[in-house]
């Protein structure tokens, strides 16, 4: 079965600290995965997807297909990256996508 | 920029009561979908649609339907409110095969 785990559902951590959000997924075929986030009082919105190989923000996401992982990782954290994350797959061919339960990350001062 | 837009940030309604949430999106998309966000649960779908009239069921369909009568306009429809559909309700639009755009959210209480 198809499945994003989040397994963090509250991540602190300092500024200008590293951080580290994982996501592993099970899918037999080729994903694509996907970092969604929200801030306070804010709609959701992507903030990247594996295939661009992009980095936003400061983000990036690797995909590692042996580990079956998507993390997103930051060198240095900012006060204003607190705010709820979110992993996503979706199957290729389809319009279906499986999100995570999310990881709320704060980052204090 | 792509608007997406909901009828109401929060609505209160009655046990049994038909509720109708709405959802706008200006970019010609062919794709919407209808979720509910809950702590702990992430998102699940509960209905989307890849043209109009056209729809198919999520993976928590139960006690909701959806009518998509036109391009731009997807509709998610509580037969008979309840208790357990209290949430907060998100759509989303795309292009086939391209990123989700969501709206600002629905806030529903069921009293």
């Known amino acids: 079965a198809q499945r994003v785990t989040q397994p963090e559902k509250l991540l602190s951590v300092f500024k200008g600290a590293p951080v580290e959000l994982k996501c592993n997924y099970s899918?037999?075929?080729?994903?694509?995965l996907f970092w969604y986030v929200q801030y306070s009082r804010q709609r959701l919105q992507l903030l990247l997807r594996?295939?661009s190989r992009e980095s936003i923000k400061g983000f990036t996401a690797d995909l590692n297909k042996g580990e079956t992982s998507f993390h997103l990782k930051k060198p240095f954290a900012q006060e204003e990256d607190s705010a709820m994350y979110y992993c996503?797959?979706?199957?290729?061919?389809?319009?279906?996508?499986?999100f995570g339960t999310g990881t709320r990350l704060k980052v204090l001062a | 920029d792509v608007k997406v837009t909901q009828s109401s940030r929060y609505l209160v309604k009655r046990t049994g009561e038909k509720v109708f949430l709405e959802c706008v999106q200006d970019?010609?998309?062919?794709?919407m979908f209808w979720y509910r966000q809950d702590p702990g649960l992430g998102l699940r779908l509960i209905y989307f649609?890849?043209?109009?009239?056209?729809?198919e069921k999520g993976d928590i369909p139960e006690g909701y339907s959806v009518s998509r009568e036109k391009k731009e306009r997807f509709s998610l429809i509580l037969e008979s409110a309840s208790t357990n559909q209290t949430s907060m309700y998100l759509c989303?639009?795309?292009?086939?095969?391209?990123?989700?755009?969501f709206g600002p959210g629905t806030r529903l209480t069921v009293l």
């Open positions: 649609s890849y043209d109009v009239k056209m729809k």
């Open positions: 970019m010609d998309h062919e794709n």
């Open positions: 594996h295939i």
């Open positions: 989303a639009s795309s292009f086939p095969l391209d990123t989700q755009y």
């Open positions: 899918y037999s075929g080729s994903p694509e």
């Open positions: 996503a797959l979706k199957s290729s061919g389809t319009y279906k996508y499986i």
